[in-house]
């Protein structure tokens, strides 16, 4: 089992920044993706941001050029920098963490709110 604690949501108005973070912690392995993504009521869960842990990120094209994923292996930790947020990024955000490799090791956070006031 592995647990997600994240931190960091809130209530911001647009144009400003918020930072996520979401520690991992249990049976972590080694070849992973911890990765970022929102959802607003009535809607599917979607991609926001995702980090492997060889290096490579991914990023929605709505979120390009304004949102960083970044991580600390040695923490089991991933961070979402939010800059120039719009009303339209108000979701909850929920942190993941998954094996490379296998579809069975897959976990979620809790979710954490992020509401942009325009």
């Known amino acids: 089992q592995v ?12 144009g400003g920044s918020l930072r996520l973070s979401c520690a991992a912690s249990g049976a972590i392995v080694s070849f992973n993706v911890m990765g970022w ?8 869960r979607e991609l926001v941001a995702t980090s492997t842990s060889d290096g490579r990120t991914n990023y929605a094209d709505s979120v390009k050029g304004r949102f960083t994923i970044a991580r600390d292996n040695a923490k089991n930790t991933v961070y979402l920098q939010m800059n120039s947020l719009k009303a339209d990024d108000t979701a909850a955000y929920y942190c993941n963490f998954r094996a490379m490799y296998s579809k069975d090791y897959n976990y979620w956070g809790q979710g954490t709110q992020v509401t942009v006031s325009s």
Do not use: D, I, W
């Not at 647990?3 to 647009?14: D, H, K, N, R, T």
């Not at 993504?37 to 599917?44: F, L, T």
């Open 37 to 44: 993504y929102r959802q607003v009521p009535g809607n599917q």
């Open 3 to 14: 647990q997600l604690a994240e931190s960091g949501g809130g209530l911001v108005q647009a």
